[in-house]
């Protein structure tokens, strides 16, 4: 069984350009959900991806989307970056059937310049 | 809307010392409520979980959080305090409404340090 991988694990940007997170899933689970840190903060959920669908979304603006694959796997997509999208960003996929534990990745490290 | 609030950002703690991070929860019903951990460059692990039944809930590395309702808390707690346990510790709890488990509001964080 292989844990949450995201890549890559650190990246800096400029101001205005676009990037790609990528996620792979637990082996099993079919829901990945992403969240923003900002330094010295706690995790912001951004959205939610249930069988290729997104199914629930925070309070970020549509420059930030997402994919899910038929494999499970997910990306997440930053448009028109600004400073302000400075942080780790954490990837979580959980299974279904109830109240289940979610898994994190190690996050990706995004410094936008 | 659910939220959690974690009232203490840094708390130093010396080696073999107990520890109590304090976690206040605002809802009405009984809440799901978590406890996660994230050592430096780490993504997040889950210590424990309170779903419902037993007030006292047992976790992982010795970690142990107490349910309250009365005063709307969730402590967690350790009765002895590793050097390996500085890390930061995040309270959380999922919008029961949400029909999904893993969207969680996590609260500011506590920033462990463990002096030896």
């Known amino acids: 069984e292989t844990g949450v991988t995201q890549s890559p694990t650190h990246l800096i940007k400029t101001r205005g350009q676009q990037v790609t997170l990528r996620c792979s899933s637990q082996s099993g689970h079919n829901t990945v959900s992403w969240y923003q840190q900002a330094l010295g903060q706690g995790p912001q959920f951004i959205f939610q991806?249930?069988?290729?669908?997104?199914?629930g979304r925070g309070n970020f603006p549509p420059r930030f989307s997402g994919l899910q694959f038929p494999n499970y796997s997910s990306e997440l997509n930053v448009n028109a970056l600004e400073l302000d999208d400075s942080a780790l960003y954490l990837c979580?996929?959980?299974?279904?059937?109830?109240?289940?534990?979610?898994?994190f990745g190690q996050g990706t490290r995004l410094t936008v310049v | 809307a659910q939220s959690v609030t974690q009232p203490d950002i840094h708390i130093t703690v010396s080696e073999g010392a107990s520890l109590e991070l304090r976690c206040n929860y605002s809802?009405?019903?009984?809440?799901?409520l978590f406890w996660y951990v994230q050592s430096p460059g780490q993504g997040l692990q889950l210590l424990l979980k309170?779903?419902?039944?037993?007030?006292l809930v047992q976790g992982i590395k010795g970690f142990e959080a107490e349910f309250k309702r009365s005063q709307s808390s969730f402590n967690l707690r350790k009765p002895s305090v590793h050097w390996s346990d500085a890390a930061e510790y995040f309270c959380a709890v999922p919008p029961l409404n949400s029909g999904g488990y893993q969207k969680v509001t996590f609260g500011i964080g506590t920033k462990l340090q463990v002096i030896p």
């Open positions: 979580a996929s959980s299974g279904t059937g109830g109240v289940t534990e979610a898994f």
């Open positions: 809802y009405g019903a009984t809440p799901y």
């Open positions: 309170y779903f419902s039944g037993d007030t």
């Open positions: 991806y249930y069988r290729e669908e997104e199914n």
